[in-house]
């Protein structure tokens, strides 16, 4: 895997005319001041199926909008840019829990600094590389003698297994940058002895849906922060920001937006956002409430875009 350090501002220079005329036509409307984030799993994606269809009017009205839709995921750039096309998204996208945000080529026009070039994308870390955080792993593990099981322990078609994703999707979930996914299979007592290691090492852990994420800095929150800015030094003014999330590994972005959304979720209770007002929780299940609740914004973002003009 070979990653580079380059200019990124010269990058940009090189930027196909008709992805550049779509990016022109999103920055002119960010002046608006509306970004959409959004987690996946029983929000924008039925918690049982991974479907979408009815997300779709809301789909459809962002697009229709040119509002952009940033995907907030625990998923990884390989499982993210597959969706990403799928939706024809051509925003940025916050991957593996808010430990790396994804930027297309060119998107941008203002200078970002801190990325690396990748792939086709540019790349902002929040923390160390995976292979530092696998080496302190695995020695916290040697050490002490924990049982867990990491995606870099598995396989393709065990990950399948654990997860009821198919083969390929599983293949793209190991491709991991920022970011370690793990199963506890020991006792809740060494837990509170290896989460202190953790923190004693510089590193930290988010409960996701389904796995402990081992990551060395960042959250949802803090990307979406960021991203933030990246939008406000390139059209000179603060975008208002949506956020839509359904679990614990949601609240730091929930926090940090303007109109947070909590989405009622089949399978579990929804989070509590301490110390943040105003939070909403959908009436409807994942992509019905989440459709219900984008639907709602957008109708009063024109509304308060008629007023201003």
């Known amino acids: 895997m070979l990653i580079l350090w380059v200019s990124y501002t010269a990058a940009c220079k090189n930027v196909d005319p008709g992805f550049q005329s779509i990016i022109d036509s999103v920055m002119s409307t960010l002046s608006h001041l509306l970004l959409v984030f959004t987690d996946l799993d029983g929000c924008l994606l039925d918690h049982f199926t991974y479907d979408y269809e009815l997300a779709r009017p809301a789909l459809d009205q962002l697009k229709q909008s040119q509002v952009p839709l940033i995907l907030t995921s625990s998923k990884t750039l390989a499982e993210l840019a597959e969706l990403s096309a799928e939706l024809k998204l051509q925003s940025p996208f916050i991957v593996e829990n808010g430990a790396g945000v994804v930027i297309p080529d060119g998107y941008f026009s203002t200078a970002v600094s801190g990325l690396v070039y990748h792939e086709g994308w540019w790349l902002k870390s929040f923390g160390p590389a995976l292979s530092e955080i696998l080496t302190t792993l695995h020695k916290i593990r040697q050490e002490n003698g924990f049982r867990f099981s990491g995606f870099s322990d598995m396989s393709s078609p065990e990950v399948a297994d654990l997860t009821s994703l198919s083969l390929p999707r599983a293949e793209m979930a190991k491709q991991r940058l920022f970011t370690e996914p793990v199963m506890w299979q020991d006792s809740e007592s ?92 959908t009436d409807k299940t994942g992509p019905a409430g989440w459709n219900d609740a984008v639907l709602d914004r957008l109708h009063r973002f024109s509304n308060e875009r008629q007023k201003d003009e």
């Open 190 to 281: 060494n837990w509170q002895i290896f989460s202190r290691l953790l923190n004693e090492s510089g590193l930290c852990h988010l409960q996701g849906g389904r796995f402990i994420h081992i990551t060395g800095g960042g959250d949802k929150g803090i990307a979406l922060d960021w991203l933030r800015e990246c939008y406000s030094k390139e059209t000179g003014v603060k975008p208002e920001v949506m956020a839509l999330g359904d679990s614990e590994n949601d609240i730091g972005m929930l926090r940090m937006a303007d109109y947070p959304v909590v989405v009622r979720s089949p399978a579990h209770e929804p989070p509590l956002v301490p110390g943040k007002a105003g939070v909403l929780l």
